[in-house]
DNA sequence: CTAAACTCTATGGTAACTATAGAGTCAAGC
DNA sequence: GCTTGACTCTATAGTTACCATAGAGTTTAG
């Protein structure tokens, strides 16, 4: 039985085009389908990998994601739920709140860290020796 | 010929007892011998490390530098710099420089990564479906 | 038909550790 | 002297999201 599908002829792209096109790497891409991130919808007779448009989406989405630093996991968890359209999305809205925290929180200790180096170079004044070094000697000092 | 010095009874610690008087996990300590940032004094007949007093402080100098997320190469560096006292500090200086530049950097990203993330979890109300969601759907979007 | 360009899998490396396994050491109590 | 528990030893695998490489096979343009 030959369907109306199998009849159609589809535009497919092997990896080295789907990287062009969303602007990935061949090796991420690799990485994503062994993370099962991404499926490979079929192989030419000598092992390609062969990409459809929707795969170009899928990637493209997954790139979004890594742009706003999710990470593989939680990207896996989005995907899931996409796929459960009548669900309700509170589980999206979670992952989202929680990550804004974290990166909060991130900055709040990079912003402590910066106060501290900036503390740290000012005990020195340029043109001085190494023995002197006010830095060195701060940072020989036991901290709180 | 027997010199003054071994003559003299020095207390030694194990490595337990190193990683209680400065917070750092014995595994840790092991870590930084093999990166070559802490020298391992001697060592007991039943081949346990031994450490002096000098050896915590070098210890909790490290500690301190990677409090401020100094890479263990930069403190490799500090600990030769610091050996060569009659030397200017000007590396040292430019050493705290760029890293204070880095701390800068990464918090600008981390201020953008936020808004958009703000911006994300704006365009979904809550208490809609997988299939309304507006994150989502954001996220499916090319961006440019 | 050949050479360049592409793709395949498998493996090791990155940073700074943490965690584990399996074996040996040490100190105290009986 | 012996056991028991706490400690230590080395070596290895795991963490994260890839990148780099080797060695082999595939595809395509000229």
Redesign the pocket.
């Known amino acids: 039985m030959v369907t109306i599908e199998s009849s159609i002829k589809v535009r497919l792209v092997?990896?080295?085009?789907l990287?062009k096109l969303t602007g990935c790497?061949?090796?991420?891409i690799?990485?994503?389908e062994k993370e099962k991130l991404l499926a490979?919808l079929r192989?030419?007779?000598?092992?390609?990998?062969l990409y459809d448009s929707a795969t170009v989406d899928q990637l493209k989405f997954i790139k979004h994601c890594?742009s706003l630093d999710l990470?593989?996991?939680e990207i896996r968890q989005l995907i899931a739920l996409n796929q459960q359209p009548g669900m309700g999305c509170e589980d999206v809205n979670r992952m989202v709140d929680s990550h804004i925290e974290q990166v909060a929180l991130r900055i709040n200790e990079l912003q402590d860290l910066q106060d501290k180096l900036m503390a740290l170079r000012n005990s020195c004044a340029s043109q001085s020796t190494v023995k002197e070094c006010g830095i060195l000697q701060t940072l020989s000092v036991t901290q709180k």
């Open positions: 092997k990896i080295g085009e990287a790497s061949v090796q991420s690799r990485h994503y490979t192989r030419s007779d000598g092992n390609f990998r890594r990470s593989l996991a």
